[in-house]
């Protein structure tokens, strides 16, 4: 447990710590009066009411409408359905940058319906609510259809053959059972858009701000770290609230549930409801998921492979070297994130898992969810000003860039572990160590056999998740080295058509590497649940 804790102390806790330090303290002196001055200015308060409403709004119409596709995944049986799981689940893994892209391309200054019917949403609210349901959706199908498909529908059935109605049955059956999933879901999503940064910088235009775009233009762009600092704060303390009562949701749906085989409870749609109800989310996903991504791909191939070609160009102004080369160096950093992903996040997940393991090593699984959470812009920026100086001086290092994805990566890992690990029988190892084998080879020869498609689907959920961090990046990426988000990033912020059409096949490019990764981690799956 000792090198997951130095790992996330060395290059998490010191770096948000060295930015609020940088911030807070003047001449040797803290300044928390600063908290007050900066919370009390209209324009903050305006950025925080706007972070909380729109997290609020994109996530009670993330839940209207991913519900209904909850329920067909978990009830229904149909052809396709593996496929469509797959295709539901791209949005979730590709990059916010991507995301956003996508519906610049349909809603945005010549998109799809401002040639159709000469409307324009970006730099609108709704804009980036139905972005934010369209990154989520998944979150939603997973996280409630994967517990919904285990529920025994007996239950249920009883109830109706006691005379309750089926919307009553579902109400006080089903319902309550699905209460803290539902609940777990919704938390995500809050988490996810109320950190929403990709998403807002790019369909928000200087309209809309949340607090990670607050943090960002503030450190970035006015040089403000006083304010910057106490920004963090308030987002830090916001999602620790967050994940503490994720937390305690989860320790809920553990708990109080009796669950079933998923394979016995789906069956094939009976009646026109349920037939009705697939064509509507199947509707639903071609026109919320599907098309945004096709009007995507169609607008990258506006002029044949002309766009495609000018990537291998390089211009001398917003890149050193041609755009094609931030495809390189996409893998390059999320092969060597990935790797320090599966390491730390395996050696948190084993420890962890152990059977003695002591409170306040169970403590630490939920800080490992705090990466997630906080202001990866200050992450990022943190990382200049803390490993600036030797033992540690890395700012030149390409190393960098891996590690602050890996902070991402992590968590991603030890949820897809550790459930795994805790399954082992402690009696296997048990019987290996009474037999003479050395701690090394009971985890060889007992607990890798068992884990081996588990810790696959973890290095591609890191691999993926590493490929689209965008936040931390920006700020420590090279301009001779830059990666595929911030290459997009910055070609959108250039005028022309050509600098748009150049980030529209970049991004065509990402979400084609992002979809074959979620495509492989499907045929590897351990798990029925279907949860992240």
């Known amino acids: 447990m000792l090198v997951p804790v130095a790992f996330f102390a060395v290059f998490f806790a010191w770096p948000v710590a060295a930015i609020v330090t940088r911030g807070l303290k003047t001449d040797g002196v803290w300044r928390f009066g600063r908290i007050a001055d900066v919370v009390g200015q209209s324009d903050i308060r305006h950025v925080l009411w706007f972070t909380t409403w729109q997290a609020l709004a994109s996530t009670a119409l993330t839940l209207l409408v991913a519900l209904p596709a909850a329920y067909v995944f978990a009830r229904l049986d149909f052809p396709g359905k593996q496929v469509l799981r797959a295709v539901v689940t791209v949005p979730f893994v590709l990059p916010t940058v991507v995301v956003g892209t996508a519906f610049l391309a349909l809603v945005g200054r010549g998109g799809l319906l401002d040639e159709l019917w000469g409307v324009r949403l970006d730099t609108t609210v709704w804009a980036i609510l139905l972005a934010h349901v369209f990154f989520n959706y998944a979150v939603v199908v997973r996280t409630v259809g994967g517990l919904w498909a285990q529920l025994d529908p007996r239950q249920e059935e009883a109830a109706r053959m006691l005379g309750v109605s089926p919307l009553g049955a579902w109400r006080k059956v089903t319902l309550p059972a699905l ?17 929403s940064f990709g998403v807002v910088q790019i369909l928000g235009g200087p309209t809309f701000s949340t607090l990670e775009v607050e943090i960002y233009r503030q450190t970035s762009e006015i040089f403000d770290l006083s304010t910057a600092a106490v920004l963090t704060i308030v987002q830090f303390v916001a999602v620790g609230a967050i994940l503490a009562v994720h937390a ?53 191939f506006d002029g044949g492979f002309g766009y495609y070609r000018a990537l291998g160009d390089a211009d001398g102004g917003t890149f050193l070297v041609a755009p094609i080369q931030a495809v390189a160096n996409s893998l390059e950093y999320a092969v060597a994130a990935t790797a320090i992903a599966v390491v730390i996040g395996g050696l948190a997940a084993a420890a962890l898992a152990r059977r003695d393991a002591g409170r306040l090593v169970r403590g630490f699984d939920a800080l490992l969810m705090l990466p997630l959470g906080v202001s990866a812009v200050t992450v ?8 600036d100086k030797p033992p540690l001086d890395l700012r030149q290092s390409w190393i960098l860039v891996p590690l602050a994805q890996a902070l991402v990566g992590v968590p991603f890992v030890v949820r897809t572990m550790l459930p795994v690990l805790r399954a082992v029988d402690e009696r296997l190892r048990e019987a ?101």
């Open 179 to 195: 209460a803290p999933a539902v609940a777990a879901a919704a938390l995500m999503v809050f988490l996810f858009t109320f950190t």
């Open 248 to 300: 305690w949701t989860v320790r809920r749906r553990e708990s109080a549930l009796r669950l079933v085989d998923p394979s016995v409870t789906a069956r094939r749609p009976r009646g026109a409801g349920q037939w009705a109800l697939l064509g509507a989310v199947l509707a639903t996903v071609a026109v919320l998921l599907v098309l945004p991504l096709a009007v995507l791909v169609r607008r990258s």
């Open 380 to 387: 990022g920026f943190g990382f200049l000003i803390a490993l």
């Open 432 to 532: 290996a160590a009474v037999l003479g084998a050395s701690p090394w080879r009971v985890w060889r020869e007992v607990d890798l056999p068992m884990v081996r498609r588990a810790l696959l689907v973890a290095a591609g959920f890191a691999f993926a998740v590493s490929l689209g961090e965008f936040g931390a990046t920006v700020f420590i990426a090279r301009p001779d080295s830059p990666t595929l988000p911030v290459a997009v990033a910055r070609l959108l912020s250039r005028p022309g058509d050509l600098n748009y059409g150049q980030a529209m096949a970049l991004s065509t490019i990402l979400m084609v590497v992002c979809a074959v990764a979620l495509l492989v981690l499907e045929r590897l799956r351990t798990d029925r649940t279907g949860e992240f």
